[in-house]
């Protein structure tokens, strides 16, 4: 089945940093992608995503793009903001008999 | 429009005791799935349901049972909790479109088991 390796955190940065959160994916043909983000004491919710090689999803000034040639989708936000700060998941396409998976998410706390 | 409404939000039991989680979805989707999560170990799936009548483990099935009752319906039972289940629960909800669909979640049971 499709797959995703994250970048496992705590990743702590100050306010305006630079963010870069890896994902790499093993998959059979080119499912969507997606990025999820989990504040405290809620559920998950998209974040954003790509459906196809090359493309690019983006939301709240946060970016990814879908690259084929090296599998991966990281997540890219070019200024943090304390209000960034939460539990973020990478994850292939779901629905019909796909399994999807999860690992542990990257925790994000952003520092004024 | 509610999406995919858990309840109840919070349970405390006693180890032994049994009781059902429910999911419910007004989506008109086919998939539906429900998740532990734990602290330091993700999200982890228990089982799924491709589509109404049917379901499949998925990575720690052991200790529940799920039954599909009809499309909107998806519900989590645990026949003799123990503290080893003490966790939040989620369920979350795809689209048609194999690969494609992003989930839907609902907004977690809390669930501690003394």
């Known amino acids: 089945g499709n797959s995703v390796t994250q970048m496992e955190g705590p990743v702590t940065l100050s306010e305006e940093a630079f963010l870069t959160i890896n994902c790499t994916y093993t998959?059979?043909?080119?499912?969507?992608l997606f990025w999820y983000v989990q504040y405290p004491g809620e559920g998950l919710q998209l974040l954003l995503k790509?459906?196809?090689?090359?493309d690019k999803g983006s939301n709240k000034g946060f970016e990814a793009t879908y690259r084929k040639e090296t599998t991966s989708f990281h997540l890219e936000k070019g200024s943090v903001q304390v209000s960034d700060s939460a539990v973020y998941f990478c994850?292939?396409?779901?629905?019909?008999?796909?399994?999807?998976?999860f690992g542990i998410g990257t925790k994000l706390q952003v520092i004024p | 429009n509610a999406g995919v409404t858990q309840t109840p939000k919070f349970q405390v039991l006693k180890t032994g005791q049994s009781m059902t989680l429910q999911c419910a979805q007004d989506?008109?989707?086919?998939?539906m799935y429900w998740y532990r999560q734990d602290p330091g170990m993700g999200l982890r799936l228990i089982y799924y349901?491709?589509?109404?009548?049917?379901?499949d483990k998925g990575e720690v099935p052991n200790g529940y049972n799920v039954s599909r009752l009809n499309k909107r319906e998806f519900s989590l039972r645990l026949e003799s909790a123990a503290p080893s289940q003490t966790s939040v629960y989620f369920c979350?909800?795809?689209?048609?479109?194999?690969?494609?669909?992003?989930?839907?979640f609902g907004n977690g049971t809390r669930l501690t088991v003394t």
């Open positions: 989506m008109n989707h086919n998939s």
């Open positions: 790509a459906t196809k090689a090359d």
């Open positions: 979350a909800t795809a689209g048609v479109g194999s690969y494609n669909s992003p989930l839907h």
């Open positions: 994850a292939p396409g779901a629905g019909g008999y796909q399994k999807v998976t």
């Open positions: 349901s491709a589509s109404e009548g049917t379901t």
């Open positions: 998959a059979t043909g080119y499912p969507s």
